[in-house]
Nanobody, 116 residues
Framework: QVQLVESGGGLVQPGGSLRLSCAAS????????MSWYRQAPGKERELVAS????????NLADSVKGRFSISKDNAKNTVYLQMNNLKPEDTAVYYC?????????WGQGTQVTVSS
C-alpha cells in the first residue's frame, strides 16, 4: 500500500519560512518523480516544484523561484519543500505527488497559511 504523508504546514507571518516533508511508504523514491502541488481556495491545483527520480534535475514554478527549493533523502524516503520569504499568496493546501509511468499517487495535503 502506497502512502504519502505530508507534514510541516502551519501559520507563518509574511517573510517567514517553513519546511514541508513528505514521507513515502510503499514506493522507492529512486524510481519516482516527486512533486509538490498546491491548491488555494477557488483555484486549480498547480505544480510548485518537482525533482526527478535520480535527483539530478529540479523544476520550480516561476512564482516560487528564488524562494522555494525541493530536495529528497532517499535513505529516509522523504521529500522536502523548503519555503522561504513566504507571501500571503502562497497560502494553500500543499500536496505531495509521486509519479512513475501510469502510476500516480497523492498525499492528503497540509495547510500553509501566510498571514500577519
Amino acid at each position: 500500500q502506497v502512502q504519502l504523508v505530508e507534514s510541516g504546514g502551519g501559520l507563518v507571518q509574511p517573510g517567514g519560512s517553513l519546511r514541508l516533508s513528505c514521507a513515502a511508504s510503499g514506493i522507492t523514491l529512486t524510481r519516482y518523480t516527486m512533486s509538490w502541488y498546491r491548491q488555494a481556495p477557488g483555484k486549480e491545483r498547480e505544480l510548485v516544484a518537482s525533482i526527478t527520480s535520480a535527483g539530478d534535475i529540479t523544476n520550480l514554478a516561476d512564482s516560487v523561484k528564488g524562494r522555494f527549493s525541493i530536495s529528497k533523502d532517499n535513505a529516509k524516503n522523504t521529500v522536502y519543500l523548503q519555503m522561504n520569504n513566504l507571501k500571503p499568496e502562497d497560502t494553500a493546501v500543499y500536496y505531495c505527488n509521486a509519479k512513475f509511468s501510469f502510476l500516480n499517487f497523492w498525499g492528503q495535503g497540509t495547510q500553509v497559511t501566510v498571514s500577519s
